[in-house]
């Protein structure tokens, strides 16, 4: 059974950074690609960005730039580095490896609020 631990959210004022952690186990993780989501309050989740096995990324436009997603296999942990940020990425991000088998897996998130 897959699960995923997210952690490394916190308040922070507009322009600052963080950076997000997500635990995976359960899976043999090397093989897999993994997705960043978010989900802002009233909002519907939605996706930021993936990075596949071996190690390409992908972003939304909003995030591009901004974001950049690694991984290391040695920890089973993907990374969510967060650059730049606004207010309008205040949400609750979560991670997930988006395959038939773990796709519908969810941890409980860890929320990012950026704030003056």
């Known amino acids: 059974q897959v699960q995923l631990v997210e952690s490394g959210g916190g308040l922070v004022q507009p322009g600052g950074s963080l950076r997000l952690s997500c635990a995976i186990s359960g899976i043999i993780f090397r093989i897999y690609a993994i997705a960043w989501y978010r989900q802002a309050p009233g909002k519907q989740r939605e996706l930021v960005g993936t990075?596949?096995?071996?190690?390409?990324?992908n972003y939304a436009d909003s995030v591009k730039g901004r974001f950049t997603i690694s991984r290391d296999n040695a920890k089973n942990t993907v990374y969510l580095q967060m650059n730049s940020l606004k207010p309008e990425d205040t949400a609750v991000y979560y991670c997930?490896?988006?395959?038939?088998?773990?796709?519908?897996?969810w941890g409980q998130g860890t929320q990012v609020t950026v704030s003056s």
């Open positions: 997930n490896v988006p395959s038939k088998m773990f796709g519908n897996s």
């Open positions: 990075i596949t096995s071996g190690g390409s990324t």
